[in-house]
């Protein structure tokens, strides 16, 4: 029983290192769905991206087709995760679809 406990150790250590090697080339992500939910000045809000094109649930968003929530995620996607983003021009929010 050891034995296969320590092989399962290994095995999730290697999987560690290719984690750590696929964390080094973002390239290889492609964002295609992502929510998440921000709890705003006024409120909670729902922020969405579905096939590429952003939603957020405040009524600023529903006008302008951006708002500072969507704008604060994309600055975190960026920053941190180094996603690819679409331009500021809200007619243009978009990410570019995944290649197969």
Not at 43 to 66: K, P
Request: charged letters at 25%; glycine letters at 8%.
């Amino acid at each position: 029983m050891a034995a296969s406990s320590g092989g399962k150790s290994q095995t999730i250590a290697q999987k560690k290192q290719k984690a750590e090697r696929y964390a080094k080339e973002p390239d290889r992500f492609c964002l295609e769905s992502f929510s998440a939910v921000m709890q705003s000045e006024h409120g909670d809000r729902r922020i969405a991206l579905d096939g590429g094109v952003w939603s957020c649930s405040c009524d600023f968003f529903a006008q302008h087709g951006t708002c500072s929530h969507v704008m604060s995620l994309e600055m975190i996607l960026r920053s941190h995760a180094g996603i690819r983003l679409a331009p500021d021009e809200p007619e243009q929010r978009r990410i570019e679809p995944c290649s197969t």
